[in-house]
């Protein structure tokens, strides 16, 4: 069974920093495209950012140069630094991992970590 925990969520001042972090875990065989994205009340899911198995990183257009995506493939990580938080980042955010097992590949998604942005 193959496994996405997030953790780092929180509420954060205008201005202040936050970084999520994902886990993969599972009998994985490989694991390509991470992502993160998120959910606002009454608005659809979103992609944020996305880094592929080489590093390749890219970022929807209202957090390029405020957030930072990476990954560690051998311990199966992605993380999101978020610095300059607006109000407009609040949100639910999801890690996402195109995972390939021995019987199938899909996209495999963790439960969310909600980010409040508040004063």
């Known amino acids: 069974q193959v496994q996405l925990v997030e953790s780092g969520g929180g509420l954060v001042q205008p201005g202040g920093s936050l970084r999520l972090s994902c886990v993969v875990s599972g009998s994985i065989v490989s694991i390509g495209d991470m992502g993160w994205y998120r959910q606002a009340p009454g608005k659809q899911r979103e992609l944020v950012a996305s880094i592929d198995l080489i590093g390749s990183a890219r970022y929807v257009d209202s957090v390029k140069g405020r957030f930072t995506i990476s990954r560690d493939n051998t311990k199966r990580t992605v993380s999101l630094q978020m610095s300059s938080l607006k109000p407009e980042d609040t949100a639910v955010y999801y890690c996402?991992?195109?995972?390939?097992?021995?019987?199938?590949?899909?996209?495999?998604w963790g439960q969310g970590t909600q980010v409040t942005v508040s004063s």
């Open positions: 996402n991992a195109e995972v390939r097992t021995w019987s199938r590949s899909f996209g495999a």
